[in-house]
T-cell receptor, first 114, second 113 residues
Framework: DAKTTQPPSMDCAEGRAANLPCNHS???????VYWYRQIHSQGPQYIIH???NNETNEMASLIITEDRKSSTLILPHATLRDTAVYYC???????????????FGTGTKLQVIP | DAGVIQSPRHEVTEMGQEVTLRCKPI?????LFWYRQTMMRGLELLIY????????DSGMPEDRFSAKMPNASFSTLKIQPSEPRDSAVYFC???????????FGPGTRLTVL
């Protein structure tokens, strides 16, 4: 797995956009960027993934730089329920032959402040 | 769908005792993963199965740990004998080819005294 670097913690005001950065300078051409989050005392939850284009779903948006060496997860209107640890992971997508195991780093602890 | 089911949710035991953690993956998922999470080491992959066969057990810490998947709907992680340093939250996750996400269970919080 390519290694990722994330800030250990961030604060965000409730209702504002939360922008969580991730550096993955050694990412390979066939590796995707995945984001998971873990709310306290729960199992990790998938948020979004992308290869090189920006992606958006009902939970978040993912912006990947053109050189793919970094990305940003955007929670457009953060709520208190978004307080969690956010993990950025790079790996080959499933279906590419076999399954590449996922390595979770230490993530970013996002605190949404009222 | 009920999601990934783990039992027990909490387990407290004494050092030296055998501990068995259980997991029922989501129906139709043929990959199953066991993770361990501690404050010191974060979330670590212990072992994963594909079609009930162990594929990678390189994360299993030592011989005291063993995992089995006798059928597609059940897996166990056993620690014998348990030690205080095994205290952690153990997560089970499942997925299938074509899915890009793993679905995690609620975890089992293990405390070894």
């Amino acid at each position: 797995d390519a290694k990722t670097t994330q800030p250990p913690s961030m604060d965000c005001a409730e209702g504002r956009a939360a922008n969580l950065p991730c550096n993955h300078s050694t990412i390979s051409g066939n590796e995707y960027v995945y984001w998971y989050r873990q709310i306290h005392s729960q199992g990790p939850q998938y948020i979004i993934h992308g290869l090189k284009n920006n992606e958006t779903n009902e939970m978040a948006s993912l912006i990947i730089t053109e050189d793919r060496k970094s990305s940003t997860l955007i929670l457009p209107h953060a709520t208190l329920r978004d307080t969690a640890v956010y993990y950025c992971i790079v790996r080959v997508a499933s279906g590419s032959g076999g399954y590449q195991k996922v390595t979770f780093g230490t993530g970013t602890k996002l605190q949404v402040i009222p | 769908d009920a999601g990934v089911i783990q039992s027990p949710r909490h387990e407290v035991t004494e050092m030296g005792q055998e501990v068995t953690l259980r997991c029922k993956p989501i129906s139709g998922h043929d990959y199953l993963f066991w993770y361990r999470q501690t404050m010191m080491r974060g979330l670590e992959l212990l072992i994963y199965f594909n079609n009930n066969v162990p594929i990678d057990d390189s994360g299993m810490p030592e011989d005291r740990f063993s995992a089995k998947m006798p059928n597609a709907s059940f897996s166990t992680l056993k620690i014998q004998p348990s030690e205080p340093r095994d205290s952690a939250v153990y997560f089970c996750a499942s997925t299938r080819p074509g899915y890009n996400e793993q679905f995690f269970g609620p975890g089992t919080r293990l405390t070894v005294l």
